[in-house]
């Protein structure tokens, strides 16, 4: 008698195949979740440098109209000097946990937004500071980022360094 073999097919997967692509998911996220935390970071801290550079217009036309400048967006017309708000405050991004604008009557005012409210870990805390200079230049640093967890330069924008 001959010996008749069956072919079977095989059906599923072994434990080994799924064992091996478990691995390879688990790799990829290693990789990827450490990418996007910083890609999130990065761009948390570009868009802040970009809304309080949208406010350098408002305080050069506070300026050259001789008035102080002021957060927020009530203009106090009654002051001497007049008051005159460049509609921003702590309020008008998600990402800004305080604003404040120092030396706001002088040739030299300094607008501060430091990250905070919905802004990630690793730039809670951070300062953007544009500063004038009495000639009219605008310059853009980032501050306080060697004292928050998790801060790399690499996330400040080309543009606004990393003090």
């Known amino acids: 008698m001959k010996n008749i073999q069956m072919n079977r097919a095989q059906k599923g997967f072994t434990l080994i195949e799924l064992m091996i692509v478990v691995a390879i998911i688990g790799i990829l996220a290693a990789i990827a979740i450490p990418q996007y935390q910083d890609y999130t970071a990065r761009s948390q801290v570009t868009r802040v440098v970009g809304e309080v ?52 009557g002088t040739a030299t005012p300094s607008l501060q937004a430091t990250l905070g409210d919905n802004a990630s870990a690793a730039v809670t805390n951070v300062v953007v500071e544009y500063t004038r200079d009495a000639q009219g230049r605008w310059t853009c640093a980032i501050t306080g980022g060697g004292s928050v967890t998790g801060w790399k330069d690499s996330y400040a924008p080309s543009g606004c360094p990393a003090s």
């Open 53 to 104: 550079s949208a406010l350098k217009t408002s305080a050069e036309t506070t300026l050259q109209r001789g008035a102080t400048i002021v957060p927020g967006y009530t203009d106090d017309l009654t002051a001497d000097p007049q008051e005159l708000a460049i509609g921003f405050d702590a309020a008008t991004s998600n990402m800004v946990d305080t604003f404040t604008v120092a030396d706001g």
